[in-house]
């Protein structure tokens, strides 16, 4: 089993920024991929981002150039920073993490971009 804490939504203005952070715990040997999901309400779950263990990064289009991934291998730790915000951001931000076939969740953390 993986467990997923994140830390760093809250409430920021339009072209403002925000960090988010998500520390695994548990069998992280077994992790391969770490991203970040979101949901909006009324919406479906979608990728924001996502980073192999090896480096490897994808971006949906619309976070493309303004949100970067990170990942600290000696922390367990999986970071998104996210720039130039825009109340389309606005939503519950979801830590993911695939090891053994399986997926694993936080417990989200609500961002919310004011206009």
């Known amino acids: 089993q993986v467990q997923l804490v994140e830390s760093g939504g809250g409430l920021v203005q339009a072209g403002g920024s925000l960090r988010l952070s998500c520390a695994a715990s548990g069998s992280i040997f077994s992790i391969n991929v770490m991203g970040w999901y979101r949901q909006a309400p009324g919406k479906q779950r979608e990728l924001v981002a996502y980073?192999?263990?090896?480096?490897?990064?994808i971006y949906a289009d619309s976070v493309k150039g303004r949100f970067a991934i990170s990942r600290n291998n000696a922390k367990n730790t999986v970071y998104l920073q996210m720039g130039s915000l825009k109340p389309e951001d606005t939503a519950v931000y979801y830590c993911?993490?695939?090891?053994?076939?399986?997926?694993?969740w936080g417990q989200g953390t609500q961002v919310t971009v004011s206009s």
């Open positions: 980073i192999t263990s090896g480096g490897t990064t």
């Open positions: 993911n993490a695939v090891g053994s076939g399986t997926n694993f």
